[in-house]
């Protein structure tokens, strides 16, 4: 590979093209980092650094003061070993362009999380999951410059604190890892997963029970096109609210008033509430604050209409979370990163 040129310094960028939530916002700095050795030449943090990936989990709710790093290293490696296939994917890389690689050669257990935007250096940062699977499942270990010692450093999976929409990269160590490449174990033998709910209707309905890697793949494409808006039309960040984990007595007492709520056990035994059926409930779907608002086809999905600013956003954010804490007293956290002054 020819030696790389230095990275590109943007100052005083436009961001709001970098983001899927379109807001308007400026920062300081913007890197853009196409090859690992660039990194060499990245100064120390003087004041705050942000990683950015596809931008489809982060808002910028005021312009950033610091230096932006846009990640977009590329380069894909597979490795035999045995009945697993390691694949190495540069942080840069799409998502779903790996994906859709990884079913093209026959490697299994990602198809479950085909179609979700963005970067494959966010993934492990919050765990990503979609359909029954997350990533933590097939992740073996990834490769990060450590902003704090300078050194490269190597994270297998018990060293990155996944949890549901978690990972230590999104609470105690925030900021302090650029991640640079991801290794993942796929396998050759398709198992489908199957189980959650509209996932097996929607194989019903087209007559693939027992479905092959690509009908289970279109099937996942065609729910998450139903679903979700895409970004390039109308700006989302996707599922704007996690998912609240309760013990598993406060959730009984919800369920027997609520008996409707949709809910999903957790390994450690406490329960996954729906939050978009708290927020349609309340009759926020399809509701607007300015020209931010909640999708009209799925509540937990809020939306940029054209000219929102970060003050609609966040008064949207307030009603919604105060309303669902008033009426079930539980109170909804956002799932992307909001950043900015
Ligand atoms: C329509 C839509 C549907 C979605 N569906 C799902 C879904 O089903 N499941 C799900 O889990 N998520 C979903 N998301 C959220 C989002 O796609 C994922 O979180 C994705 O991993 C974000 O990737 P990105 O590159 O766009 O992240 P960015 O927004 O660019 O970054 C997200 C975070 O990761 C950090 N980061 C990015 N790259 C690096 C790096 N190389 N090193 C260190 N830190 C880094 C950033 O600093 C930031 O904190 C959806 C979003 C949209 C818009």
């Known amino acids: 590979m020819p030696a790389p040129r230095e990275a590109e310094v943007v100052r005083d960028a436009d961001l709001s093209r970098l983001s899927t939530f379109r807001l308007p916002a400026r920062a300081a700095e913007l890197v853009v980092i196409e090859h690992p050795d660039q990194l060499a030449g990245l100064a120390p943090p003087a004041s705050d650094e942000l990683v950015l990936g596809g931008g489809s989990n982060t808002v910028f709710i005021g312009d950033f003061p610091g230096r932006v790093v846009l990640d977009r290293m590329r380069g894909l490696r597979f490795e035999e070993t045995g009945d697993t296939v390691r694949v190495s994917a540069a942080a840069g890389e799409n998502w779903h362009r790996l994906v859709r690689e990884c079913l093209r050669r026959g490697l299994h257990g990602i198809e479950n999380l085909a179609m979700i935007p963005g970067s494959v250096g966010a993934a492990p940062m919050q765990n990503i999951g979609a359909y029954g699977i997350e990533l933590a499942e097939c992740f073996e270990f990834l490769q990060a410059l450590d902003r704090r010692s300078g050194e490269m450093v190597r994270l297998e999976r ?43 209707e929607e194989l019903a309905r087209v007559g693939a029970v027992d479905p092959t890697p690509r009908q289970l793949t279109a099937a996942i494409m065609r729910l998450r096109r139903h679903r ?13 609210f996690k998912n609240p984990v309760l013990a598993a007595s406060d959730a009984e007492a919800l369920l027997a008033e609520y008996p409707a709520l949709p809910h999903w056990p957790m390994p450690d035994g406490r329960a996954k509430l729906a939050a978009a059926w708290m927020i349609e409930r309340l009759g926020w779907k399809g509701r607007s604050l300015g020209d931010a608002g909640v999708y009209r086809n799925h509540a937990l999905v809020l939306v940029n209409h054209g000219r929102a600013t970060a003050a609609d956003l966040l008064r949207l954010i307030e009603a919604i979370t105060d309303s669902v804490e008033r009426h079930f007293g539980i109170r909804l956290e956002p799932e992307p990163m909001l950043v900015g002054r």
Do not use: H, M, W
Request: aromatic fraction near 12%; hydrophobic fraction near 30%.
């Open 228 to 240: 979700l808006p895409d970004p390039g039309r109308l700006a989302n960040s996707g599922s704007f």
């Open 158 to 200: 018990e060293d990155c604190g996944f949890g549901y929409r978690d990972s230590r990269f999104k609470s105690a160590d925030r900021g302090r890892f650029l991640i640079t490449e991801v290794s993942l174990g796929l396998s050759r033998n398709f198992r489908p997963q199957t189980g959650y709910a509209s996932l097996s």
